[in-house]
């Protein structure tokens, strides 16, 4: 069975540059969660959807940041501009309702030059 | 506010040996559910084991328990048999309703290192 597929695995850029990170959730799983982590912060989460629709986003750091989930199979998370201290892996993750557990993409390695 | 602390920074424990990741935990909800997480050296999260706030038995999965003491707010994992390959992050995590929001919370990890 596929899990969550993230793609890029890795990006490098330089600040200023919009940056789109995207995500594919298993199938039939109806929550996307969008997490940041950082040595210094820890996991963090930045944005959860439920059947689509943004549930809580609170934890998104400011307005350069943005969540979108048009379709169940498909979610991206842009920034822009990119700063330096964006860098940091970005995980996606779904479940099959909020409350079940979460199977995590393999991230993207975010660097910002 | 919902809080997750995990005190051993690092861990250390001999092949075979079993060891025990603390897990303290503090929410006002009477409705939550405990998780465990890996994160080997490669990066990915790998998903554990799970305890529901009304579960009347600890959780196991293979090799993997969790000590679930309520009274205490701890959830401590508990792996036996500790192969190579246990050696990895780990972290905790509570969901809890927080304000109309089902989200995970996690720990700062504990680095656990499997001596041959």
């Given at each position: ?100 557990p979460q199977h995590f993409g393999d991230g ?6 | ?9 690092g861990m250390f424990v001999q092949e075979k ?100």
């Open positions: 069975d596929a899990g969550v597929i993230q793609s890029p695995r890795h990006e490098v850029t330089e600040m200023g540059q919009e940056v789109t990170l995207r995500c594919k959730p298993i199938s039939g799983h109806n929550s996307l969660f969008w997490y940041r982590q950082t040595m210094m912060r820890g996991l963090e989460l930045l944005i959860y959807f439920n059947n689509n629709v943004p549930i809580d986003d609170s934890g998104m750091p400011e307005d350069r940041f943005s969540a979108k989930m048009p379709n169940a199979s498909f979610s991206t998370l842009k920034i822009q501009p990119s700063e330096p201290r964006d860098s940091a892996v970005y995980f996606c993750a779904s479940s099959l309702s909020s409350n079940q993207t390695r975010l660097s910002i030059l | 506010a919902q809080k997750i602390t995990q005190t051993q920074p040996e079993a060891v025990t990741l603390d897990c303290t935990y503090d929410t006002s909800d009477p409705s939550y559910g405990l998780f465990w997480y890996k994160q080997p050296s490669s990066g990915e999260m790998i998903f554990l084991i799970y305890q529901g706030s009304y579960d009347q038995q600890n959780a196991t999965e293979g090799r993997y328990s969790l000590n679930f003491q309520k009274a205490r707010k701890s959830a401590n994992l508990v792996i036996s048999a500790s192969q190579l390959g246990d050696s990895a992050m780990y972290f905790c995590a509570m969901r809890a309703n927080q304000g109309g929001s089902e989200k995970l919370v996690f720990g700062k990890g504990t680095k656990l290192t499997v001596n041959p």
